[in-house]
C-alpha cells in the first residue's frame, strides 16, 4: 500500500486535521470532519502499519495542546481495529483519554496485540486514562454500541471533562462492510449526538478506515447531520 506518493499524501492528511482542529479550537468552527486518507490510528512513533503511514489524530491531539493551549483532548475510536498507535502515544499521558471499541477476540483480530484488551489502563501517570472495550464476538451492534456509550464512556468522559474531543471515525463496523458488525449509519449519528453534549460541543471527526464506499458514505452523511 506504500506508495512514492504516500509521505506527501500522509502529511497532508495529518496537516488538514490540523486545521481542522485549529479552527474548531479557536470558535470559527463549532466541529468538523475531516474526510482524510490514509489513515492513521495504527501508525506507532516512527513505525507505520495498517495502512497507517502518520497517526493524524495523535499528531491533531499533540498539536491542540502544545500550540492551541488545549489542556485536555478525549479521543474517541469507534474503528473496529484497535489504535494500537494511538494508545501508545498517550499511554502515558494524563491530559489525552483514550477509548476505543473494538474487536479483539483475545488478541486474535487485527492488529493482534494483547494491548488491545480491558487491562490496558493506562501507565504512571497515564494509568487510568486508557479505556478499551474489546469485543470477543463479531456482529456487535447499536444495542451494544449504545449501551457502552451510556454505562462507561460518557459517565468516564464527563469526570474527565475534556476541552476537545476528537474522533477516530473509522467505519468498518457498519452492517455491510468488512468488520463483520452491525452498526447502522443512525447510530453513529446518535454516538456523535452523544458526543457533542462534551467540551462545549468542539468535536471533530477524522476518517480511518471503512472499505465499502456505499456503506461509507451514508456513515459519515449521518455523523455529518450530527455535527451540523
Known amino acids: 500500500y506504500f506508495t512514492p506518493d504516500s509521505v506527501r499524501e500522509a502529511k497532508a492528511a495529518a496537516s488538514s486535521l490540523c486545521k481542522l482542529v485549529s479552527n474548531v479550537v479557536s470558535?470559527?468552527?463549532?466541529s468538523g470532519f475531516a474526510v482524510i486518507r490514509p489513515p492513521g490510528h495504527h501508525a506507532e512513533p516512527g513505525l507505520a502499519g495498517g495502512y497507517c503511514v502518520i497517526n493524524n489524530v495523535a499528531v491533531a491531539a499533540s498539536y491542540a495542546q502544545e500550540q492551541l493551549g488545549v489542556k485536555?483532548?478525549?479521543i474517541v475510536d469507534w474503528d473496529v481495529h484497535h489504535g494500537n498507535g494511538t494508545q501508545k502515544c498517550f499511554f502515558d499521558n494524563p491530559n489525552v483519554m483514550y477509548f476505543s471499541a473494538h474487536r479483539y477476540h483475545g488478541g486474535n483480530f487485527f492488529p493482534f496485540l494483547q494491548q488491545g484488551g480491558p487491562s490496558s489502563v493506562g501507565n504512571g501517570a497515564g494509568r487510568g486514562f486508557n479505556m478499551n472495550v474489546g469485543w470477543n464476538d463479531k456482529k456487535m451492534g447499536d444495542d451494544e454500541y449504545l449501551v457502552v456509550w451510556e454505562k462507561l464512556l460518557m459517565p468516564v468522559a464527563n469526570e474527565f471533562n475534556p476541552d476537545l474531543v476528537i474522533v477516530s471515525a473509522g467505519f468498518d463496523a457498519a452492517h455491510g462492510d468488512m468488520g463483520e458488525c452491525d452498526i447502522t449509519p443512525e447510530c453513529f449519528a446518535r454516538l456523535t449526538r452523544r458526543l457533542k453534549t462534551l467540551a462545549n460541543?468542539?468535536?471533530?471527526?477524522a476518517l480511518e478506515g471503512g472499505y465499502v464506499r456505499s456503506v461509507l458514505c451514508k456513515c459519515i452523511?449521518?455523523?455529518?447531520?450530527s455535527l451540523l
Not at 452523511?221 to 447531520?225: H, I, N, P, R, Y
Request: glycine share 12%.
Open 221 to 225: 452523511e449521518s455523523v455529518l447531520s
Open 72 to 74: 485536555k483532548v478525549l
Open 201 to 205: 460541543g468542539k468535536v471533530v471527526c
Open 27 to 30: 470558535g470559527d468552527l463549532d
